[in-house]
């Protein structure tokens, strides 16, 4: 009898912590009106250095985040840390992409929030939401992510656009931006937020879609 009581009474707790969870809970939508997308570090030398998928597949990745800005009309910043070293410089595919946009070449800073022109160009955009993408996903991705959750920014972070050393030091460094409430997400994700704003705010590609009867 004294163990069905006490069952009983964990199961209250549990089920009413369960509900007050819910009920905190607020799902946010991407507003492609108030998003901006961020290309960080993704240059030749570091990309090289992701192990936690292939090389193809994180140049791949990389073009497919730098894309999301010109499908969805989104304003881009690009960023690279000391071109003139190993990192090398932006790749070339995904400046012909973004041919005019904001470009800051940091001198050392490894976040990039610590860089003045970098966080004035984002704070001039005066959007609020950021989706993110950066290698390594450890320092450059994670650092900046947590940089901006705490000036308050909702941060999406491309996690097939990020990449690191190994999958565990991958999994350790999406868990840490986790818990501030970074949103974490692969890229068909993020792809299919991104034209679920579109589709509301009535825009795609730049394009007025005329409502249907």
Known sequence: MQFRSSFA?????????CATAASAFTYERIDKNNAILLV??????????ARDMSAVQMKNNILAHAELGKVFGLPTILTTSSETGPNGPMTEEV?????????????????????????AAVKA????????????TDVC?????????????????????????????ANDANDRMRAPACRYLPQYGMLARAHDAAVLNGTLSGLVIEPTI
């Open 9 to 17: 009474f964990l199961a209250t707790v549990v089920i009413a912590a």
């Open 40 to 49: 960080v570090d993704l240059q030749e030398g570091l990309y090289q250095m």
């Open 95 to 119: 400046l012909a992409l973004h041919p005019n946009a904001t470009f800051i070449k940091r001198q050392g800073e490894v976040n990039a929030w610590d860089n003045p022109d970098f966080a």
């Open 125 to 136: 955009t005066g959007k609020k939401q950021v989706i993110l993408g950066g290698i390594t």
């Open 141 to 169: 991705t994670a650092f900046l992510a947590l940089s901006l959750v705490q000036e308050g920014y909702s941060v999406f972070a491309n996690s097939d656009a990020s990449g690191t050393f190994d999958v565990k030091t």
